[in-house]
Each structure stands twice: as C-alpha cells, then as structure tokens.
C-alpha cells in the first residue's frame, strides 16, 4: 500500500494459489472491496497456469460486479470478483491495484482472509518517511523489516483471525480521540428544529423510544470512505421520511429526547463480531452498528432503536456485554451490560386418548430476550393468542392443539412430555406439565432424571378421579443461570 | 398448519402495452397495519438489461396529504434491481408508484404477486392476442395476432429448422463405434463443454464457435448445441436418419404462435422401433437420459415437409436411484456413530453436479452437513462432483447424538435413518420406492 498525506490511498493486492486436489478448484479466486463513491478500480487481472506450463490470462469478461450489501436500499460499496475452475497442480494468480481518497489513515490487513494454507503472506506499506506508523498485530507473528510485515507457513484455518492493523500520522491515537471524531460527525445531524420539538412535546422516553423503534430501517450507504457511515441524516429528514438506518433512528431519538432536556449519546458497537474490537487498536471502523445511551436517575440506558422487538431498558443479546463507544468528546471504550437473565414459565395441560392421539393447551409467559425472540417469530402465526405487554417486557401466550403419538409397535405409545424446545441461552426456566391418560392406557415406563441435564426434573402420579394424572415439573440448575455483570459503563 | 397472512393488497395494478417496445405498470397498494408499513415500504423493481424508466412514487395519507418520493431516492444498482423507499408511512397508507419497461417479442405478465391485487387492468393494442395460463404461478402471455393457421405457422418453423440443421450438419468422418449410446456418451464425455465447469475444462479451452462439426470434432471442445450437433452428424455418418427437436415446457400450447414456448434442444435419431432421443450437449447426464426439464415434455420434430409433435420419453427410476447405505453402532446412550455412502445416479447426480458449479469446496461440504442437521460429519469425501457422466459418490463418518430416544429402560430406535429426505426434485411421473419410518424399540438390561 502507498499512502499519501493527502488521503490518497493506493493498494495493489497480489495473490498466488497452487491448486492441490479437485476439491481445491475452486480455492482460485479474489476479490476486492471498494467504495464506488470514492475509489477507483485501476486495474484487476488474474492468470491461470497449468501444470504443463501455459499460461491463460482470464477474460476481462468474466470479472463479476456487484453490490455488497445485498440488504441495503443502496450502497456505495461494492465486490469485483473473479473465479474460474482451477485442475489440480494448476497455479491461480491475481493483481488489483485501486485507488481510494479517504479521510481514514487506518487500514487493516489479514494474512488468512480465505482460511487457505499459507506458504507466505505479506504486506508492505510505503508512507512518507516522516509520517509515524503504529502497527498493532492481533493474533498473528510475522517478521518485520521496515514497513514489510511477513508471515510464512500458516496452516489452513477457516477461523483465522490473524491481521496487522495500521494508523499512520497522529489521527485516533486513542479511544477518547475516536469518540471526539465520532461526536463531530453526529452532532449537526441532531438539531432540535420546531417538528422536533413538536413530535417530542409531553412525550415520555418510554414513548420516543417506542416511537422511533417504529419507524422503518432503510439503509442507505454511500461516500464510505469519507467517513459518510457515520454520519447520520439530520434528524429533522428522518422524521420527514418515517424511515431510516441505524445511526439515522439513534439521532431522531435523541434530538427528540434532548427537545424533551433528556440527554443522550450515540454508541457505536460491532453487532455482528464484538470481539474484533480490541482495546489496543483504537478506530471507528471497528463498528458497524449505532444505539443509543440516555441518561437516567439510574445511569445510562442502553437501547437499539433498530431492534423493533427489545423494549426500551433492554439491550438485545447479541450486544450485550460489547465493546462499546459513546459519540461524546473525550468517552472511552466502555462496555455495554449484560441484561437480566431471562424468564419463561410454561404450563402445559395435556390429554392422551385410548386411541394415541394427544391434545391441551400451553400457557406460556416470557420476559427479556426470550420475549424479544417470540416477538419476531410470531408476528405472522395464526392461532397462537398473544397478550404482548411491549414496551413493557412481557409477552404471554397460549394455544391449544392436537396430535398423533408415535407407537412402537401395536403395544406401546411413545410420549415426549417435553413439548417445546429448551432455550440455548441462560433462562430462567420452569414448566409444569399436566398429562391426563385415559384409563385403557398403561404407563410402562416414565423418564428418569438423566432425560432432563442440567436441572432438577420432579415427576408425580397421581390418581384424579378415574383418569391417572402424570405431572412434571422441571427447572434447570440455579449454577446454570448464574452469570456475573461486568462493570457498567460509569463505573 | 401455519399461515402467512397478508393484510396489504393492490387496489389496482394497471398495465398498459405501448408497442413497439414498451410497457407502463402503475401501482396502489393499501397498507392496513404497522406490518404492511415494514413490509412493503420499501419497494424494488428487478429488471434485466435496461432499468426501469419514468419512475414515479408517492405516499397518499388518510389525511389526504400527499408526498412523493424525490427523485434523488430512487436508487439503482446498475445490475439487477431500481429501489425506493416510500416517506412517512402509517397503517392505511396508500403507495402508488409507476415505471415503463421495456421488451422485445411477446410479453409474460405474471399475474401472481406478493400481494393481493384486487383489480387488474391491462390494456394491449388490438394487434396483440393474449393467452391465460393458470399456473400456478398464473401468467398472461401477449403475441403478436397473426393470420397464418397455426399448422401453416409450425408447418414453416418446422422447415426453416431443419433446413438450418442440414446447413449445420456438415459431414464428418465416421467413428469406429456404431452404437448411438456409444456414440452419445464420446461427444458427452470426449468433447469439452465450454458451458459448464467440468473438472476437464480450464481457462485455455475458452471456447471459439465451431463453425461444422469437424471443427467440433476436430478442437474437442464446443458449446452444447455444438456437441449436440457433432453427435448427430455422427449418427448420420454411421447410417442413421437423424432429426433436429425443439422441447416445449409444459405449457406449450400449439394454437399460441411463439417458438420461445420450445426452448430446449435434442437430437431425435430414427429407429425401427420409432424415434430416440439423445442430448449429449448436457455433460452431467449419463446414457439413456435426457435433462429433467426435457423427459416427458412435449417437443416439435423437425422435417422438411414439417412437424411432427411428440412427447419425449421418461427415464427409468433405476437410472436416477440413489444408493444409500450406513453401517452404525448403536450406543447405551441412544447414540449412533458409523460411515455412511451415497451413490447417486443420473438425474439426482446431475442435480447435485449443477447446484455445485456455483459453490465454493466449502459451501458444497456445507451442503451434505446441513443435509444431517443435528449430527457431526467427519472425513466426508465428495468424489465426481464435477466430472461428466458418472454418478456423484459421497462417504463420510457421522456421529448423532441422541439419535434414539431414550426412556428408562429402552431406547426406540428410529430405522428410517435416512427419512424421506429427498434434496432434488425430479421430473413428474417417477415411480419412487419410498421407506416406511418405524421404530424400533430396545430393551436396555434391568
């Protein structure tokens, strides 16, 4: 890569693959990314050398282009890609060289971005000779001459994680730096204009965030490298439009949180992989994803204005406990807090008849992300009544229904009395479930104890009238549900 | 059974035919809840070739307020699709929004959308006739009207076709083998396919046009239709009467004057017993097939003095069997572990060779996993996958936890190991042999 002072950025990217088996074939081909707003594809070639020793330049034709966000309404950011079918002891190489003017002096470079076996991978940075380059490596050890990072014989790894992160000058030396930058962009884009105020007038939080949550997530990206992800759209459009991305809903809410004297920040976070932030590489385009901290009489209250199924005094699993960086002059990398732990009671009211079919009625009531998955699961099934409390936290439901048991044989019934799915994240968990059987029906067996891990399972029999009554109860193990809270943010 | 509802509908979907090339849809779609508003707010036109022109779009309110889309909000991606978002959306929102298309020949206008359309309007000069099929999906089909009787029509395509095939069918010189199957199977197997990502083919055998068969015969690589034709001039030097076909999809209609209803190509050969069918220009096939969307179709003959309208044979299900076979050790712990081979033959093979062109080593291993959700596959070998004509082999060890179910003194062992699973859909009217699932149950010692 040759960086200039001027922003302008130039990466040629070579790589050479050596096909082994027929499964490899399709290990030969490359890819770039680049922002159509603001960099430009010099040249992109690429050759296949068979094992005979001819070589074949790959047609310009057969280059692919495309959007990279398929989800967005639009992006800027786009994928050229080439690919062809390789033989074995064949040799695949490419060359691009593009050209970008970004406001970003950080770059990033993975030695492993395809997991392949690696006989060599380097990268080499030229700069002016007076410009400061801080490296950071993050799992990997490469030898270092100059500005030439090299790494050599790394085995296959699809999980390789292994890359040289890169600041040049003295821009975001530390996480306070960033988060100045990142206040900067946002607070134009906040203004409190007389719409807002009027939207916001005698509104609680609790109905701005509800409000905002509302509205529809349309992603529009474009001028990437000049730093336009991180700049929301004045909020007064936002509101305008009814629709907007995630740093877009994040500043509505808080231009009409600050009409109403309630302060607020932006918060960056990773959604998708919190733990490609690192503390030793400070840098904005480590996140991808914007909420929302407002200020409390409890201290700050994370919410994701995007998710429309977490309340408000929630954060949605998948951020909890992040990396996190508040949009304010002078903040740290904090993290966001775990939330409570969920809470299911289920209760299950069930009838067999003699001819092995089985019937009742689920009750079920749900707090915390449980509640927020049910929400988005739900929306569109008929028959399931739900009883939704949003924004308040609980979501209850019930539902009857019948089915057939599977038999064994002509002798013997075979009944799962653990209906439902268990929840593969920490739960709050109890279930009660009620069987009546008819009295032409024996129970041969019942399950022991090792048929439910991790938790306590009570079985009872009882005889209610003529019909025998089995009743289960089960809960999982109060270790099971125990998870410490990192310190919050003020702290 | 579960539904998906939908609650928004199209009041009215007016398309207007503007010939010579051009085609106008406008669009009012009622919005009834805060899902609609999430659903179907944003809007994205596909297109192929050139995008949509004169777009329009606006949000109508209950209020009766009106607010259109600026024209700096719609958004195309170059490729394949122009998108827009309508504003200030709320539950009983009207959207409206209206673009012009392009096309050339007839016209296919699905009639089934997302969304519900109360009334459709479309309008077609007279010179145009339209053809209701009921699908499902349903669609109406626009060509030009036409004088000529439909015999006099397919009488001429007919002739033009197979006075183009004897253009094209220059001579060559005889192989040493006469059989057809042989004769099929060396032009599937010994000539490359530029089309297709056999593991045969490399970037230097980019495929110039053949202009004969001995060219074919000659570079050893060609297209489909290229290799379809070295295959009949073949058959004709060794002796045989040979005719160029045209398949039709289902829905061909004869009394509908479009040959795009005959889309596919195969090579008929005369025998004393009637006509066969070949289609070497498929590299994935193996002898005695034709193509899944080709077995059991109608097909139109070509011969100078005219058609001859057949339907093409179906496969035997033995020819597209998979074999499936799993040697597993039953645990105390419900358990099963052991090693699995598949064999796939014909059809199913060649489905499963076309789904991998476009994926990555990886994806395809994916694939077989996500095939045993729940279990954890080792060693798994994929062979043949993109080698032409013989069937696709997989192998892999697997371990299923938990595989029977367990109660305090038995184990019910499910013997339908493989389910009905069944990854490809074959043609219509193939006999299956289908496995009954049970259950087996086991004692465990007291």
Known sequence: MVAERSGRQTTTTRSVVRILTAEGSTAARAGITYDATGARVVSFRAWLLSSSGELQEIAPSDFKDRALNQGEIHSSLRQRTISVPAPPGSVFASEAVVTAQTVFAQFEFEFQPDGLPIACSRFTLSSPPDWPVRAHLFDAHPTVAGQTWTVHSLPANSGSSARLAITLGSAFATWSDVATWLAAQAEPAARVTPAIAARAASQSVVALATFVQGLRYVAVNANANQGEGFRPRDADSVLALGYGDCKD??????????????????????????????????????????????????????????????????????????????????????????????????????????????????????????????????????????????????????????????????????????????????????????????????????????????????????????????????????????????????? | MLLLLAFAEVLLWDTRVLPPNQITHSIRVQLSDHRDVIRY???????????????????????????????????????????FALPALEPGAIIEYQYTESYAGTLTIPLQRDLPVRRWAISYPPEWEPHYFQGPPAYLLLTPRSSQLPDDFWRSYAARLAATFEQELAPVTPRPESDLTALAEFCRTQIKNSLYRTDNLSPADRSEPNATPADTLRRGIGTSHEINLLFAALARAAGYSVFYVRVGTPDFRREILDPGQLPNEVI???????????????????????????????????????????????????????????????????????????????????????????????????????????????????????????????????????????????????????????????????????????????????
Do not use: C
């Open chain 1, 249 to 491: 809903k994040a500043n509505l809410l808080r231009a009409l949180l600050r009409a109403r004297g309630v302060d607020s920040w932006l918060v960056a976070v990773n959604a998708a992989d919190r733990l490609r932030v690192r503390p030793e590489w400070p840098s904005p385009r480590l996140f991808n994803h914007a909420i929302l901290a407002v200020s409390t009489p409890d201290g700050l209250q994370y919410f994701d204005p995007s998710d429309p199924y977490t309340p408000f005094g929630q954060l949605p699993a998948a951020l909890q406990n992040s990396p996190a960086l508040l949009f304010a002059p002078g903040a740290m990398l904090a993290t966001t807090p775990a939330g409570d732990i969920a809470v299911v009671e289920r209760s299950v009211h069930l009838a067999i008849t003699a001819d092995g079919k089985i019937g009742g009625r689920v009750l079920e009531s749900s707090r915390g992300h449980v509640a927020a998955d049910y929400r988005a699961k739900l929306i569109d099934y008929p028959g399931i009544h739900v009883r939704d409390e949003f924004p308040g936290d609980g979501l209850h439901l019930h539902y009857e229904f019948t089915a057939s048991l599977r038999a064994a044989g002509p002798e013997l019934l075979i009944l799962k009395p653990f209906l439902l799915a268990d929840f593969a994240s920490p739960v709050s968990f109890r279930e009660t479930v009620e069987i009546t059987l008819p009295p032409e029906l024996l129970v041969d067996e019942l399950p022991d104890h090792a048929f439910f891990r991790g938790g306590k399972l009570v079985l009872e029999r009882r005889d209610v009238a003529e019909n025998p009554l089995l009743v289960l109860r089960r809960a999982p193990h109060e270790q099971s549900l125990h998870r410490r809270n990192p310190p919050s943010l003020r702290q």
């Open chain 2, 41 to 83: 707010g944003t809007v994205s036109i596909p297109y192929r070739g050139h995008a949509p022109s004169a777009v329009n779009a606006r949000t109508v309110l209950s209020t009766g307020a009106v607010i259109a889309v600026s024209p700096s909000a719609f958004f195309d991606d170059g490729q394949r699709a122009l998108s």
């Open chain 2, 268 to 446: 008929a050969v005369r025998l004393p017993a009637g006509y066969a069918f070949f289609n070497p220009g498929v590299p994935y096939l193996s002898a005695g097939l034709l193509d899944a969307d080709e077995e059991g179709q109608p097909a139109l003959l070509a011969t100078a003095e005219g058609p001859e309208f057949v339907t093409l044979p179906r496969s035997s299900p033995a020819l597209n069997r998979t074999e499936r076979q799993a040697h597993l050790a039953l645990a105390a712990d419900g358990s099963v572990s052991g090693h699995v081979e598949l064999v796939y033959h014909g059809l199913t093979s060649a489905a499963r060779k076309r789904k991998a062109e476009s994926q990555s080593a990886a994806e395809r291993l994916a694939d077989i996993r996500g095939e045993y959700p729940g279990a954890q596959l080792t060693n798994i070998s994929l062979r043949n996958i993109a080698l032409p004509a013989v069937p696709v082999q997989i192998e892999f060890d697997i371990y299923v936890p938990n595989y029977a179910d367990r109660s305090a003194r038995r184990l019910f062992l499910p013997t339908d190991f493989f389910g009905s699973r069944a990854s490809f859909t074959l043609p219509p009217g193939h006999v299956y042999e289908s496995e009954v699932g049970n259950i087996l149950p086991v004692r465990r010692p007291l």
